[in-house]
C-alpha cells in the first residue's frame, strides 16, 4: 500500500506562471482533501473532493484557484498566474469516508513562487 | 465557526523526561473529534492520537497520552519517556462530526527533545 502519493515534492514557479499539483489517493480511497500550509502555520482546509464532484470548497480562495478529482487519475489543484504569496506546502490527504479516523496525508508538495 | 489555540511556540524536554503540550478549542458543536498530529522535519503529517468527543475516557497509545476535559475545552497531549526522535512540530486539530468532516488545526508547538 503505497500511502498518498503527491508529486512534485517541490515545485518553483515564475510569477504570472501555473502550478499544477497532483494527488494520487491510497488505494481504496474516494475522498480527497487539499490543505495549505504557510511558513509557521498550521494547515488550512482548502477543499474536499469525492470522485468527480467537488463536495465543500469554503477554503478555497475564490480566484486563480480550482480543484479536480477526474473518474480516472489523481486529483489536481491548480494555480493560475501564481504570486508570491500561494508559496506554501500543499498536502494532500485521502479517506475511505466510513471513519474518521483523521485520515493520511501526503508528504505535500512546496510550492514556491519566484 | 471553530478555532483550535495552541498556546506554546516552543518546548523543550530533556530525554527520557516527560512533556505536555497544550491545546484548547472553541466550538458549539456537542459532537465531534480531537487529533494530534506529529509533523517532523520530513513534513510529512503522522497521526499520534485521536479522542472521541462522546468518549469520557482519555485516550492513550504507548507513550502518547491525552487529558481530555469536554467542559473547559482543553484537550492536552504528554508525552512519556521523550525521546530523540519526538522532535517535531505537534499541531492539535479539531474535526466537527458529520459534514465534511475537514480539519481545523491549531498553530503548533515546536517540540525539541534534548539529549
Known amino acids: 500500500n503505497a500511502g498518498v502519493m503527491q508529486n512534485p515534492r517541490h515545485l518553483v514557479r515564475r510569477r504570472g506562471q501555473e502550478a499544477r499539483l497532483r494527488c494520487s489517493p491510497m488505494?481504496?480511497?474516494?475522498?480527497v482533501y487539499w490543505y495549505r500550509q504557510l511558513p509557521e502555520e498550521g494547515l488550512k482546509f482548502m477543499v474536499y473532493?469525492?470522485?468527480?464532484?467537488?463536495?465543500?470548497e469554503s477554503g478555497m480562495p475564490k480566484e486563480r484557484f480550482s480543484a479536480e478529482f477526474p473518474k480516472e487519475g489523481p486529483s489536481i489543484l491548480r494555480i493560475q498566474q501564481v504570486v508570491r504569496g500561494d508559496s506554501a506546502a500543499y498536502f494532500c490527504?485521502?479517506?475511505?469516508?466510513?471513519?474518521?479516523?483523521?485520515?493520511?496525508f501526503g508528504s505535500g508538495t512546496r510550492l514556491t513562487v519566484v | 465557526a471553530q478555532t483550535v489555540t495552541q498556546s506554546q511556540p516552543e518546548m523543550s524536554v530533556q530525554e527520557a523526561e516527560t512533556v505536555t503540550l497544550s491545546c484548547t478549542y472553541d466550538t458549539s458543536e456537542n459532537n465531534y473529534y480531537l487529533f494530534w498530529y506529529k509533523q517532523p522535519p520530513s513534513r510529512q503529517m503522522i497521526l499520534v492520537i485521536r479522542q472521541e468527543a462522546y468518549k469520557q475516557q482519555n485516550a492513550t497509545e504507548n507513550r502518547f497520552s491525552v487529558n481530555f476535559q469536554k467542559a473547559a475545552k482543553s484537550f492536552s497531549l504528554k508525552i512519556s519517556d521523550s525521546q530523540l526522535g519526538d522532535t517535531a512540530m505537534y499541531f492539535c486539530?479539531?474535526?466537527?462530526?458529520?459534514?465534511?468532516?475537514?480539519?481545523?488545526f491549531g498553530k503548533g508547538t515546536k517540540l525539541t527533545v534534548n539529549p
Open positions: 473532493l469525492q470522485k468527480e464532484n467537488i463536495i465543500d
Open positions: 486539530a479539531f474535526m466537527k462530526q458529520g459534514g465534511s468532516e475537514k480539519l481545523v
Open positions: 490527504a485521502s479517506s475511505s469516508g466510513r471513519s474518521p479516523n483523521g485520515y493520511t
Open positions: 488505494k481504496g480511497h474516494s475522498h
